[in-house]
């Protein structure tokens, strides 16, 4: 089994910051890439940033210069800096990661975190 268990969602005023956490824990060999994901009330899940595990990150256009994405391999963790937030941002935000065990390579997702921007 993989988990993946998210943190750091919120209600926050526009041009307010948050930081959100995804941690992977159970079975697994390797990491090849987290992200996050966004999906708002009527709206399609979107791409908002993935990180690989040698760092490379790529981010949807909207969310360029004001997001900021890391990760601890050591600690299988992802990181999401969102600043600048805007009314737009508000989403349930989902962890999501290509990840290889035992049984194979298969994306995870989390159970998605509530991020609130009042305008």
């Known amino acids: 089994q993989v988990q993946l268990e998210e943190s750091g969602g919120g209600l926050v005023q526009a041009g307010g910051s948050l930081r959100l956490s995804c941690a992977a824990s159970?079975?697994?060999?390797?990491?090849?890439?987290m992200g996050w994901y966004r999906q708002a009330p009527g709206k399609q899940r979107e791409l908002v940033a993935t990180?690989?595990?040698?760092?490379?990150?790529n981010y949807t256009d909207s969310v360029k210069v004001r997001f900021t994405i890391s990760g601890d391999n050591a600690k299988k963790t992802v990181y999401l800096q969102m600043n600048s937030l805007k009314a737009e941002d508000t989403a349930v935000y989902y962890c999501n990661a290509d990840i290889s065990n035992w049984y194979g390579r298969r994306t995870y997702w989390g159970q998605g975190t509530q991020v609130t921007v009042s305008s």
């Open positions: 159970g079975n697994i060999i390797s990491i090849a890439t």
């Open positions: 990180i690989t595990s040698g760092g490379i990150p």
